[in-house]
């Protein structure tokens, strides 16, 4: 395998340890698994996809929702990197559904940070809820605000 360096140098990599990970866009190497989607951390309990309404999000943008201590925290995944952060709220809790509004604030870069680094990462946000969730369905909704 040849990776380019800075100055347009060609240097020669040992093949990678990990056999999931692939530089291309195509299926991983023969034999290795497919890379999976983010994991639920121990002891979650996750929140089957058919009750949750995740329609108001981005194509792409996480939808798992889990719950921790006997279902009465809410947890969901949010997308924040570079210059933006990401942050979770329990907006409207009633018998039926919790309603859950993640707000992504995108700052602009200013004189004194001037560049934000190109990244992306899952974030794991938390939600006390004035009751376990229980049977509830839960409602996900995206908030882009500029900061």
């Not at 309404?53 to 924040?80: D, I, K, M």
């Not at 329990?90 to 004189?111: E, H």
């Not at 560049?115 to 992306?120: A, G």
């Amino acid at each position: 395998m040849l990776v380019a360096g800075c100055g347009g140098r060609a240097a020669s990599a040992a093949p990678a340890a990990n056999p999931t990970l692939s530089t291309s866009a195509s299926a991983p190497a023969a034999g290795g698994p497919a890379m999976a989607g983010p994991k639920l951390p121990a002891g979650a309990t996750a929140v089957s996809g058919a009750r949750v309404n995740a329609s108001a999000l981005p194509s792409g943008f996480p939808r798992e929702v889990w719950t921790t201590g006997n279902g009465a925290t809410l947890n969901v995944y949010g997308e924040q990197g570079g210059c933006d952060t990401v942050s979770a709220k329990a907006v409207s809790q009633t018998d039926s559904q919790v309603t859950v509004r993640l707000t992504q604030v995108q700052q602009k870069p200013t004189a004194h940070h001037s560049v934000c680094p190109l990244y992306r990462m899952l974030k794991p946000l938390a939600m006390p809820l004035s009751a376990p969730l229980g049977s509830r369905a839960v409602v996900l909704q995206l908030q882009v605000q500029e900061g």
